[in-house]
């Protein structure tokens, strides 16, 4: 399977929308059971999420997984760091491009893979204002030539 590819689970489309994602980066996790159970139904959200480099370790902070509904007293805590699984070759890949100036770490989605868990990470550089109404400028624009082509062929 190609990267990125599978069971799509949750989307940030906030981050295509902040930032100019450069390069991507498939990440998998170290999870509870009932964190895969959460994940499996749906319920996570990458909405403010992040990825911090620490100790040569990558940690994903702010990543929402709702408590199982099924689970008792072991249940999970929703907004715990959790780990991610990277080869050191791609953590150093991470760290070159923080120190970079302007430059972060975004998760972009999480899917399920060949039955693993999986995140999509991004490293991109963050967008000025005036990328962000350019961006909308010519989205607008390409909505409207499809709504005219659109109605141009309909008779």
């Not at 509870?32 to 994903?60: M, Y």
């Not at 039955?115 to 109404?133: E, F, H, N």
């Not at 989205?139 to 062929?153: D, G, H, Q, T, V």
């Amino acid at each position: 399977m190609a990267k990125g590819s599978g069971k799509v689970l949750a989307q940030n489309k906030k981050a295509g929308h902040d930032y100019f994602i450069e390069e991507t980066i498939e990440a998998g996790m170290v999870l509870t059971g009932t964190e895969i159970k959460s994940i499996r139904a749906g319920k996570v959200q990458l909405k403010d999420s992040f990825v911090r480099v620490r100790n040569g370790e990558a940690w994903i902070n702010n990543m929402h997984v709702s408590a199982f509904e099924q689970g008792n007293r072991f249940n999970h805590d929703p907004l715990r760091t959790r780990k991610l699984l990277l080869h050191k070759k791609q953590i150093g890949e991470l760290v070159g491009a923080v120190k970079r100036d302007g430059y972060t770490i975004v998760p972009l989605k999480m899917y399920i893979k060949d039955g693993y868990a999986k995140l999509l990470i991004g490293i991109g550089k963050g967008k000025k204002d005036y990328d962000k109404r350019s961006d909308m400028r010519k989205k607008e624009a390409k909505r409207e030539m499809e709504r005219a082509f659109k109605a141009k062929n309909q008779f």
